[in-house]
């Protein structure tokens, strides 16, 4: 891909903005090849008013099952869900954002829906349809980035 001063046949006046003006037209053309998508019929704004599905049942069944150590037990490590003290030697299970939670107390949540009770850290689903609306969300969210970075880079 030729650069921002051979495509306009120009040398830049300091070496330092041929970087800045070189990142900006790069950044333009990714967002103007991602405008080329078409997604159809697909409507993605359906999942924004409902809760997410089930966390994918292999996904729970692999949760790690963790021991409380006598330090989380001396430091009254409570359940977020039962709100009842951990015990010294209980066997507990482990999201992946690292919060515990007892067994009987995580699994009927993940049972309705994906995400961590505490921090909302999505676990993967068994429904097609919201993986790929999370997909879409996510490239949403990276191109509404670079517009923001774009615009930012323009008028600073």
């Known amino acids: 891909m030729a650069s921002y001063f051979d495509e306009h046949n120009c040398e830049p006046t300091v070496p330092e903005e041929q970087y800045r ?4 037209l790069e950044l333009a053309r990714s967002l103007l090849s991602g405008m080329d998508i078409d997604l159809g019929a697909l409507d993605f704004t359906e999942w924004d008013q409902r809760l997410p599905p089930p966390a994918a049942k292999k996904v ?7 021991t409380v150590t006598p330090e989380q037990a ?21 999201l992946p954002c690292e919060h515990l939670f007892h067994s ?3 699994l009927p949540w993940l049972g309705k829906t994906n995400s961590c009770p505490l921090c909302r850290h999505e676990l993967p689903t068994d429904s097609p349809e919201y993986e790929e609306y999370k997909q879409e969300k996510e490239r949403r ?16």
Do not use: W
């Open 74 to 94: 001396d430091a009254a490590l409570k359940c977020p869900v039962c709100l009842l003290e951990f015990e010294e030697g209980e066997t507990v299970r482990q």
């Open 60 to 66: 729970v069944e692999s949760l790690p099952k963790v």
């Open 21 to 24: 003006q070189n990142a900006l």
């Open 141 to 156: 969210q990276q191109k509404e980035h670079r517009l923001e970075c774009l615009h930012d880079a323009m008028y600073t």
């Open 104 to 106: 009987s107390c995580i």
